[in-house]
């Protein structure tokens, strides 16, 4: 699973699409991003949260 290491580096929303079920459709991502992008405007270090 080398592909999970650089996608890490992708935006949180993304990283939420993968760890939600592997193939969230894009409706089921909608109020998760814009729940996401307030999120990471309040923490930017965020990314740690990820490890």
């Known amino acids: 699973m080398d ?5 890490s580096s992708i935006p ?3 990283v939420l699409k993968r760890g939600k079920s ?7 991502i909608n109020p998760l991003m814009k729940k996401t992008v ?5 923490r ?3 990314s ?3 490890f």
Not at 22 to 28: I, L, Q, W
Request: proline share 8%; charged share 55%.
């Open 3 to 7: 592909n999970d290491r650089p996608q």
């Open 38 to 42: 307030l999120y990471s405007q309040k």
């Open 22 to 28: 592997g193939e969230t459709s894009d409706n089921d």
């Open 48 to 50: 740690k949260d990820d």
């Open 12 to 14: 949180k929303r993304r």
């Open 44 to 46: 930017p270090d965020d």
